[in-house]
């Protein structure tokens, strides 16, 4: 099984990521022997986004990096 890195900066992006994260999961899914993984990188974000991707990393398969 081949694997797809998505990387993604993100600040102040909580009201896009589900939507986001939901695109790219129904997207590979299509795709036959291929896993994928997401990678976030938190540039300094204010709101609760690095939160929701904590919540969001129970069902996907997400790994969060903090610049700050």
Known sequence: MKLISFVFSFKNE??????????VDDSVKKLSNYNYELI???DASDDNS???LEDL????????????
């Not at 909580?14 to 695109?23: C, G, H, P």
């Not at 990393?57 to 700050?68: A, L, R």
């Open 14 to 23: 909580e009201k896009n990521l589900n939507e986001l994260i939901k695109r």
């Open 57 to 68: 990393q129970k069902n996907y398969p997400i790994t969060i990096i903090n610049m700050s």
């Open 50 to 52: 690095e939160k929701l």
């Open 40 to 42: 976030f990188v938190n």
